[in-house]
């Protein structure tokens, strides 16, 4: 199972990362948040200060916390979002 094991570099809209298999790939992040445009919060990645904060989780995803927002039982909740570390390895360049 492939994960991410380092965030090497974060620049605008890309994350460059090392995966388990050793293997180093930067990631266009652009083209994920012009796609998830009906996720509420999703532009909240287009601010440097946001974006930034991107760290891996336990999984070996990309995950930046609470920026999604979503109605459930009448109340609106944050939610993170994330990039499966499949996606990213076969993605990346």
Avoid at 60 to 74: A, H
Wanted: aromatic share 10%.
């Amino acid at each position: 199972m492939i994960k991410v094991i380092e965030i090497k570099k974060v620049e605008p809209y890309a994350v460059e990362c090392t995966f388990n298999n050793g293997i180093s790939k930067k990631l266009d992040v652009y083209p994920l948040i012009q796609n998830h445009k009906d996720l509420v919060g999703i532009d909240k990645l287009l601010e440097a200060q946001v974006f930034n904060n991107v760290r891996i989780g336990e999984m070996g995803e990309l995950v930046w916390d609470n920026i999604i927002k979503t109605e459930y039982n009448g109340e609106t909740i944050l939610m993170n979002y994330d990039i499966s570390p499949e996606f990213a390895f076969v993605n990346a360049k």
